[in-house]
């Protein structure tokens, strides 16, 4: 069995650009490889399916990293109550990240990222993961500039004192 | 620059350099057609193999940002041919780039998009009691298996196109509107009274507290259309109805052309007719919640569209309704807080799901609700008679001048052959028997007592009931399965 997929060589060139950096972004949010491709994977086709339309917006990598931030928070949203049961049957998933280290610090940090509110963690993750502009942060996420810089200012005050709580709680116990 | 920021900066480049690997990895979408692994080739593959599995198993292909405001739907390769699945006009006119085929060899290793095949509640929040494919009749059928289906099954010489107006993106889960066109001018007018002109026609227009709705009118060459719905209020129903226009009788699929100027977002997304049997599987458990005690069930079904749709309208609204890949998900039982929604189900491992099969389905199972303008469907399902299919019966409770009744109202049921009579048993204990006259179930209706009750908000008790259809010598013939019923005001 076999399909023929025509979307032309504009398609093929986003593709190529692009998939990584959903993964990614995917993969920040949700810290799980499996859930991350689907994220991504998904993310494509609908970006596919619906290219005629996409290939003419200003930004598609904007429309695709704003699909890929919302799939990644339904599937967070889905995941609340799994993870519960599912946390205790099967292992964690491996740590992203293999310097020695930066695994517990890396798991640690995603995990209070993934707890944040969604504004924010958009922000949190496009800054820190793609390292773009407020500017382009502020196109992605559909809000003003002013909002983006007090989300990310917030969600960083937020995340330096989860991060410094864990430090002492490491050192307490040692 | 933060020792905190350049730590989180870090962290940042490792999920990059993790994206890297994991892209890098994807070898299982390369052709062994291609002549070279070239990444752009390897990678449109990718996006191809993702989009061949999303349209396959779901029957319909939908891309869409709900938040970006994009929505289009394209359909799917040919899984289901009888059932259309309804395209958009292209929305650009400019010429089409210049094509790239990528071809996609068929392989076991294609991507998964996530999916529930073996829906089970978290069993945090509901305590999983067995899983079965039953409908609501809990009828043993096999589990997960692929169901022939013909939707609204009728004995008469013309199809009748089934089609559905819903909006695009897991529109099984909002408002939508299932509207037939019956051309044999044999279906009965289900009322005569509240119609409103609609484009000249008087349409008979009915909506409900439940949130279900429906209309039926003549057509000028005879016919007759007739529309449910679900979540649209009367405005909105009148609104669709003035969108529709009648098809040629001739026409492949002779139902109704769909305009642009209804409520926004709605389409036409799929239909059919009725006389093609298609697959569609499901698979359902059930599980009860500790604190109340309602025992819910939870299904879902994949495959035919329009069957997707059929699912969850006609009867009292689910608890929740979700779409989960291509698995549209569906509770029912008794809606308060303690309830499991949609997004509590998951997908089952193959060993506990086998023992949830194996488990004894407990009975009395699902609670309903029922009184008031709130009607209980269920299924009526042929007791080892593979002639009969499986059709429905309507129940509803009323309370007439000091005693209450339990009405069984038999238009939708296909009752069997060997049928003699109808028999129906409340608490266990049998009320009422009548002659029942087999084919069709033509307008009827019968009752039986349920007790004094000065008021329907007296009703409180909760009652089981098992409506069957029995040969001369009391045999079963077809069975609604134990229904439990719950008066509306008792649950609250």
């Not at chain 2, 009749?137 to 004995?155: K, M, N, Q």
């Amino acid at each position: 069995m076999s399909y023929e997929i025509d979307r032309g060589p504009d398609f093929d060139e986003f593709f190529e650009s692009e998939f990584t950096n959903i993964l990614a972004l995917a993969l920040a949010v949700l810290h799980d490889r499996d859930d991350a491709v689907d994220v991504a994977q998904e993310t494509m086709a609908r970006t596919f399916a619906g290219w005629d339309v996409v290939a003419t917006l200003d930004r598609p990598g904007a429309w695709a990293r704003r699909v890929a931030l919302n799939l990644a928070t339904d599937t967070l949203r889905r995941r609340t109550r799994r993870q519960r049961l599912h946390l205790r049957l099967r292992s964690q998933p491996p740590p992203i990240g293999d310097a020695p280290g930066t695994i517990e610090w890396d798991r640690t940090f995603w995990a209070e990222v993934a707890a944040l509110p969604k504004r924010q963690r958009d922000a949190v993750v496009l800054h820190y993961v793609e390292d773009l502009a407020i500017a382009d942060i502020a196109a992605i996420v559909d809000a003003p500039e002013g909002t983006v810089k007090s989300d990310l200012s917030r969600a960083r005050g937020r995340l330096r004192d989860a991060m410094q709580r864990n430090d002492h709680d490491v050192q307490d116990e040692e | 620059m933060s020792d905190f920021d350049d730590q989180a900066r870090a962290a940042g480049e490792r999920v990059r350099r993790e994206a890297e690997r994991i892209t890098a990895a994807m070898e299982p979408f390369e052709s062994p057609t291609e002549s070279g692994p070239g990444r752009s080739s390897r990678r449109l593959l990718a996006a191809a193999a993702v989009v061949v599995v999303v349209a396959g198993i779901g029957g319909l292909l939908v891309a869409a940002n709900r938040d970006a405001g994009v929505d289009t739907v394209s359909p799917p390769p040919d899984s289901h041919p009888a059932t259309t699945t309804i395209s958009e006009p292209p929305t650009t006119t400019e010429p089409a780039p210049a094509p790239t085929t990528a071809t996609v060899p068929t392989t076991t290793e294609q991507p998964t998009v996530a999916s529930i095949r073996r829906p089970i509640v978290d069993p945090a929040v509901c305590t999983p009691i067995s899983a079965t494919s039953g409908g609501q009749s809990g009828l043993p059928r096999d589990p997960g298996s692929s169901l022939p289906v013909t939707l609204f099954a009728r004995p008469s010489a013309f199809p009748v196109p089934i089609q559905i107006i819903a909006e695009r993106v897991d529109g099984q889960a909002k408002p939508f509107a299932l509207v037939q066109r019956y051309v044999d001018r044999e279906r009965q007018w289900i009322s005569s009274d509240n119609t409103e002109s609609i484009n000249g026609i008087d349409i008979f227009l009915g909506t409900y507290d439940s949130g279900n709705g429906e209309a039926e009118w003549t057509l000028p060459d005879g016919s007759m259309g007739y529309l449910r719905s679900r979540g649209f209020d009367r405005e909105q129903l009148v609104s669709i109805l003035t969108q529709l226009t009648p098809r040629p009788a001739d026409a492949p699929i002779p139902g109704f052309d769909y305009g642009t100027g209804g409520p926004d977002g709605l389409a036409l997304v799929a239909e059919q007719l009725n006389t093609e049997p298609r697959d569609a599987s499901f698979a359902g458990s059930q599980c009860r919640v500790e604190s109340t005690g309602y025992v819910y069930q939870v299904g879902a079904t994949t495959g035919n569209v329009v069957y997707t749709y059929a699912t969850v309208i006609d009867r009292p609204p689910p608890v929740d309704v979700g779409v989960v890949g291509d698995a549209v998900i569906v509770i029912n039982g008794i809606d308060d807080p303690a309830a499991p929604r949609a997004s509590d189900v998951l997908d089952a491992d193959e060993e506990p799901w086998r023992q949830l099969l194996l488990a004894t389905e407990p009975e009395p199972e699902l609670a309903q609700l029922i009184g008031g303008d709130r009607e209980v469907v269920v299924d009526f399902v042929p007791i080892d008679d593979t002639s009969t299919l499986v059709s429905s019966l309507t129940l509803r409770v009323d309370v007439t001048d000091g005693v209450a009744f339990l009405e069984v109202y038999t238009n939708d049921a296909l009752v069997a052959e060997a049928a003699e009579y109808w028999k129906t048993e409340i608490d266990g204990r049998m009320r009422s028997r009548s002659s029942a006259t087999p084919g069709e179930g033509r307008r009827g209706a019968f009752g039986s007592r349920l007790g004094d009750s000065p008021s329907f908000e007296q009703l409180t008790e909760e009652f089981t009931v098992r409506i069957s259809t029995t040969d001369g010598d009391d045999q079963t013939i077809q069975t609604t399965g134990t229904i439990r019923l719950v008066p509306i005001l008792a649950a609250n």
